[in-house]
T-cell receptor
C-alpha cells in the first residue's frame, strides 16, 4: 500500500488530495485519521464509488487499484496523519500515512 | 465513539520482564486486533481474535501471545520484553472480519 504524498503542507481553504495505491485484489479500503495526540479515527470504509462526509470525500477505483481522499475548504483542525489501509484476507494492511499540515 | 479502552496507557519496564496489555470493549464486537505502530513501519498486525478463545497470528507475532476468555477483553502479553518491543500498541475492534475497525486510545510501552 503506497500513499502519496508522504507530507503535505497547505494554506487554509485549499483543496487537498491524498492518494493511495495498492497492488493486490482487495474487498474494501479504509481511510483513517490519526490526530497529533495519537488517537486513530475511522473516516471511511469503501469498496466502490464514492463516499462523502462533511468536507471529506473518498473515492475508489477497484480496476485501477487506487483511492483518493479529498478535503474541501481545508482548515487547521484537519492537520493530522491520514492513513490508507486495505483488507486482504480479512486483515488490514496499512500504508505509511500522509502527514497533512494546514496553516492558517 | 466506540467503547474501547486500553490499560495501561503508558508503561516503562525493563528488558526481560513480562508485560500484559489489556483491551476492553463494551460494543460486543466479535473481532479484536492488536497492532503496533513504529516510525517508518506504520501500523502492523500482531494478533487478532475472531471470537472467545479463537485467535490467530499477524505479521509481527514473534515474542507476543494473546488470550481472549471473554468477548469484551483481549490481552496481549510480552513474555520477556525486549527493547525492540518499545512501541505504541493499539487495540481495534470490528463487528465482522471485513467491517470497519474502531481503535482504542493506544498504549505507549518503553522497554529499557
Amino acid at each position: 500500500v503506497e500513499q502519496s504524498p508522504q507530507n503535505l503542507t497547505a494554506q487554509e481553504g485549499e483543496f487537498i488530495t491524498i492518494n493511495c495505491s495498492y497492488s493486490v485484489g482487495i474487498s474494501a479500503l479504509h481511510w483513517l485519521q490519526q490526530h497529533p495526540g495519537g488517537g486513530i479515527v475511522s473516516l471511511f470504509m469503501l469498496s466502490s464509488g464514492k463516499k462523502k462526509h462533511g468536507r471529506l470525500i473518498a473515492t475508489i477505483n477497484i480496476q485501477e487499484k487506487h483511492s483518493s481522499l479529498h478535503i474541501t475548504a481545508s482548515h487547521p483542525r484537519d492537520s493530522a496523519v491520514y492513513i490508507c489501509a486495505v483488507f486482504v484476507a480479512q486483515k488490514l494492511v496499512f500504508g505509511q500515512g500522509t502527514r497533512l499540515t494546514i496553516n492558517p | 465513539d466506540a467503547g474501547i479502552t486500553q490499560s495501561p496507557r503508558h508503561k516503562v519496564t525493563e528488558t526481560g520482564t513480562p508485560v500484559t496489555l489489556r483491551c476492553h470493549q463494551t460494543e460486543n464486537h466479535r473481532y479484536m486486533y492488536w497492532y503496533r505502530q513504529d516510525p517508518g513501519h506504520g501500523l502492523r498486525l500482531i494478533h487478532y481474535s475472531y471470537g472467545v478463545k479463537d485467535t490467530d497470528k499477524g505479521e509481527v507475532s514473534d515474542g507476543y501471545s494473546v488470550s481472549r476468555s471473554k468477548t469484551e477483553d483481549f490481552l496481549l502479553t510480552l513474555e520477556s520484553a525486549t527493547s525492540s518491543q518499545t512501541s505504541v500498541y493499539f487495540c481495534a475492534i470490528s463487528r465482522v472480519g471485513y467491517n470497519e475497525q474502531f481503535f482504542g486510545p493506544g498504549t505507549r510501552l518503553t522497554v529499557l
